[in-house]
């Protein structure tokens, strides 16, 4: 079996496509119990014009079309960042197994920054969540996204 570096890696993989977009640069990929991908996707709200168009949304989309079921039992989605409240209340709603994430989401997390959503007893599924893979990797990304936006435009004015 695979280690979680390498399917965060994978997920990172989908967030420079989506700094290549000109999206923020989260990805996501969906990985079933036998070490397959089943499911990726990165941020993609502004292009698509869609609000819920975010790396964990359309990597769960991405996988239930796959599998021909919205219920991803034995999955494990890997996030480059931590997940926000729509994100995750879609995760427990595909039933997911797990989650592991890469930087922490100080302003919107819903794992440790914000709230712990996934501790809470009112739900009927449980997901195992892990934070802090390679999150140095998913912070430099987002770091330079950043900055690329808050540098001059490059128009010849002084």
């Given at each position: 079996?695979?280690?979680?570096?390498?399917?965060?890696?994978?997920?990172?993989?989908?967030?420079?496509?989506?700094?290549?977009?000109?999206?923020?640069?989260?990805?996501?990929?969906?990985?079933?119990a036998d070490g397959e991908i089943v499911g990726a996707g990165y941020n993609a709200p502004v292009s698509g014009h869609d609000p819920s168009a975010h790396a964990e949304i359309r990597a769960l989309r991405d996988a239930g079309e796959r599998l021909g079921n919205y219920r991803l039992h034995d999955c494990t989605l890997y996030v480059t960042l931590e997940p926000c409240l729509m994100c995750t209340g879609a995760i427990i709603h595909a039933r997911l197994a797990r989650v592991v994430y890469g930087a922490a989401e100080p302003r919107t997390g819903m794992v440790e920054s914000k709230a712990n959503l996934f501790a809470q007893p009112w739900y009927n599924h449980r997901v195992e969540v892990e934070g802090g893979v390679l999150a140095s990797h998913a912070s430099r990304l987002l770091k330079a996204f950043f900055e690329m936006r808050r540098s001059p435009a490059e128009d010849g004015a002084g």
């Amino acid at each position: 079996m695979r280690s979680d570096e390498f399917y965060m890696h994978r997920a990172l993989d989908q967030a420079r496509e989506g700094l290549a977009a000109g999206e923020v640069p989260v990805g996501a990929v969906v990985v079933d119990a036998d070490g397959e991908i089943v499911g990726a996707g990165y941020n993609a709200p502004v292009s698509g014009h869609d609000p819920s168009a975010h790396a964990e949304i359309r990597a769960l989309r991405d996988a239930g079309e796959r599998l021909g079921n919205y219920r991803l039992h034995d999955c494990t989605l890997y996030v480059t960042l931590e997940p926000c409240l729509m994100c995750t209340g879609a995760i427990i709603h595909a039933r997911l197994a797990r989650v592991v994430y890469g930087a922490a989401e100080p302003r919107t997390g819903m794992v440790e920054s914000k709230a712990n959503l996934f501790a809470q007893p009112w739900y009927n599924h449980r997901v195992e969540v892990e934070g802090g893979v390679l999150a140095s990797h998913a912070s430099r990304l987002l770091k330079a996204f950043f900055e690329m936006r808050r540098s001059p435009a490059e128009d010849g004015a002084g």
